[in-house]
């Protein structure tokens, strides 16, 4: 069966420090796909990044990073030099290729607090 | 170009009546998908609609129901509410037909059941 974990439920950190949102996941499927969203307290899921599960290749946005590794179902994410403005509710998300639809599996999420 | 819109933000209703939730999809995209999620919880997934037709559903009983029209929007549809109900309820637009399928979202309607 397909889960997505976010073991972290909350982390504090100050600004300028570096944090990394873990995210492990399940699935049967040899062909998925892995999404991150940020969801601030206005409500409103907002897109990150998405990753085909044939492409390892680990990606660097700006201050933005991912670090994808099939060998351990993981698909972690790693903001640097936080801002207060990174402070949100992050989730991780599956989608498998083998089924009728692309229904979202999400994790719990992970409520991130950047304080000044 | 615009986003996902839903209407309306912020709903009340009491238990056993009944609720219709709106959502036009992001300009260009075929396929909407409606996710409720609770207090404190990840988004969970209601079902699908591509072509008119449910193209995938989730585990949710059958007081949900859904409808997308031939200009891609869609309504989500609850019988008989329950206190249980009561959620954000997200809905989401994408392309299917295209390279990708992210799913970008709506900013959610809050249905509050006294």
């Known amino acids: 069966a397909q889960k997505v974990t976010q073991a972290q439920t909350e982390i504090s950190v100050v600004e300028k420090e570096d944090v990394t949102l873990d995210c492990v996941y399940e699935t049967r499927d040899t062909t998925y796909y892995l999404f991150w969203y940020k969801q601030p307290p206005s409500g409103e899921l907002v897109f990150l990044i998405r990753r085909n599960s044939f492409d390892e290749q680990n990606e660097i946005s700006g201050r933005y990073s991912w670090n994808f590794q099939k060998s351990t179902s993981s698909f972690n994410f790693t903001i640097t030099a936080s801002q207060v403005v990174d402070s949100a509710v992050y989730f991780c998300?599956?989608?498998?290729?083998?089924?009728?639809?692309?229904?979202?599996?999400f994790g719990k999420g992970t409520t991130l607090s950047v304080s000044s | 170009d615009a986003g996902v819109t839903q209407s309306p933000t912020h709903l009340i209703k009491t238990r056993g009546q009944q609720v219709t939730l709106r959502c036009s999809p992001k300009?260009?995209?075929?396929?909407v998908s409606w996710y409720q999620q609770a207090l404190g919880q990840g988004p969970q997934f209601i079902f699908q609609?591509?072509?008119?037709?449910?193209?995938q559903r989730g585990n949710f009983p059958d007081r949900f129901s859904g409808h997308q029209f031939p200009n891609y929007s869609s309504e989500l549809n609850v019988n008989a509410l329950l206190l249980g109900d009561s959620a954000l309820y997200l809905c989401a637009s994408s392309l299917i037909a295209g390279i990708t399928d992210t799913q970008y979202f709506g900013p959610g309607t809050r249905l509050t059941v006294l």
């Open positions: 300009s260009g995209h075929d396929t």
């Open positions: 998300a599956l989608s498998e290729a083998d089924q009728a639809g692309t229904a979202l599996i």
């Open positions: 609609y591509y072509e008119e037709e449910e193209r």
